[in-house]
Every structure is written in structure tokens, then in C-alpha cells.
T-cell receptor, first 110, second 114 residues
């Protein structure tokens, strides 16, 4: 079993639609990160959230850390084809190492 | 030039062969990591090193070994490769280890074990 569960696993939407990706755990994390990975490349960090209830915005992307620091969500407004990729959440446990979720593969069709 | 490089980028090998994947970084980071990525399983930590004299097992270290030759170099070895080690392998580095620590990933090595 994975420490972090992501849902949905796959998402295919039309350009302009909104979407939300979820990252859930039964464990408390000291911080949580979201990465995006494109084919043939390594993951690239989008954001880090640290405080329970924290909300961060990155253009059309909104990230939220749950109050209990066990879950997080990524919301994309008006998705564009350039948002296509694999989205990964990663939780830092005991200030030590990172645990990654299984990923959400997003396809935004023009 | 890329900050984190991995060689080779692709490798096909046979069951039972010993192979080594190499990682080099120019970021000056102390912390280095090896992950494998499988479809539907995300990234899983194999080994990590917080400095040249430090080596730690991750979630799935069986069948793998590592060597931290210098601050900038961290290599992963498969002593006797088996088909279920077919995967995408990533090296990563990070600086501080604090809550906002950022990992920087290499481009990956696609390994196929026949």
C-alpha cells in the first residue's frame, strides 16, 4: 500500500474545463509538494505547502494543504493543452525523506 | 548544461547481468536520491545519501546497491538484474532537508531487463 493515494489516476478533459486532483494519506506530513512530469523528463517542482490550511496559487493552479496536513488538492482553472502531463504529490514525513503518490495523468484536448 | 545528469539514458540488458547507472550533479547539493518509477506506482525511493559518508536504504532497496563516490556523484548498481527491475530510474538532489526542501531530478534512465 502506498502512503499517499492520488485520484483520479487518469483524467482526459477538453480545453477550458476545470479539474481537481486529490492527494490523501492517513499520515501527517511536515510538508507536501506537487510536481509535474512530462514524457522523457524528470519531475519538476510546482509548489510546496507547509502549514495546515495553506492555499497557494500559481497562475491558473491552486494548491491547498488540508488542515490536519494529511491531504492536499490541486485545482486547475480553464485547463490548456500545455497543462498535459503527469502530476505527482510528494509528502515529507518526519523531516526525512519524500514519499510520492502514484500520480494523475492529465490530458487536455484542444 | 543540465544540473543533474544521468548515464546511460537507455539500457537494455539480460537477466543476471551486473549494471551500473550513474548520476552526476553540479548543484553543489549534499543530498542525493535514487528512485524508480513504474506505471501506476509513482516514484519509489531505492536509496538516499545525505553526504559522502552516509548511505540509507529506501522503500525498495533489495536487489540494488549504491556508491557515493564524491559529493557530486551517486551511482546505482544492480548486482544481478532481473526482469521486474525493468523501470524508469531517476536520480535527484536536494539541499537542506527542511520542510521546503526542493528535489531536482535528472532526466531518467530507461532500463529494460530481458
Amino acid at each position: 500500500t502506498q502512503l499517499l493515494e492520488q485520484s483520479p489516476q487518469f483524467l482526459s478533459i477538453q480545453e477550458g474545463e476545470n479539474l481537481t486532483v486529490y492527494c490523501n494519506s492517513s499520515s501527517v506530513f511536515s510538508s507536501l509538494q506537487w510536481y509535474r512530469q512530462e514524457p522523457g523528463e524528470g519531475p519538476v517542482l510546482l509548489v510546496t505547502v507547509v502549514t495546515g490550511g495553506e492555499v497557494k496559487k500559481l497562475k491558473r493552479l491552486t494548491f491547498q494543504f488540508g488542515d490536519a496536513r494529511k491531504d492536499s488538492s490541486l485545482h486547475i482553472t480553464a485547463a490548456q493543452p500545455g497543462d498535459t502531463g503527469l502530476y505527482l504529490c510528494a509528502g515529507k514525513y518526519n523531516f526525512n525523506k519524500f514519499y510520492f503518490g502514484s500520480g494523475t495523468k492529465l490530458n487536455v484536448k484542444p | 548544461d543540465a544540473d543533474v545528469t544521468q548515464t546511460p539514458r537507455n539500457r537494455i540488458t539480460k537477466t543476471g547481468k551486473r549494471i551500473m547507472l550513474e548520476c552526476s550533479q553540479t548543484k553543489g547539493h549534499d543530498r542525493m536520491y535514487w528512485y524508480r518509477q513504474d506505471p501506476g506506482l509513482g516514484l519509489r525511493l531505492i536509496y538516499y545519501s545525505f553526504d559522502v559518508k552516509d548511505i540509507n536504504k529506501g522503500e525498495i532497496s533489495d536487489g540494488y546497491s549504491v556508491s557515493r563516490q564524491a559529493q557530486a556523484k551517486f551511482s546505482l548498481s544492480l548486482e544481478s538484474a532481473i526482469p521486474n527491475q525493468t523501470a524508469l530510474y531517476f536520480c535527484a538532489t536536494s539541499q537542506t532537508g527542511g520542510s521546503t526542501d526542493t528535489q531536482y531530478f535528472g532526466p531518467g534512465t530507461r532500463l529494460t531487463v530481458l
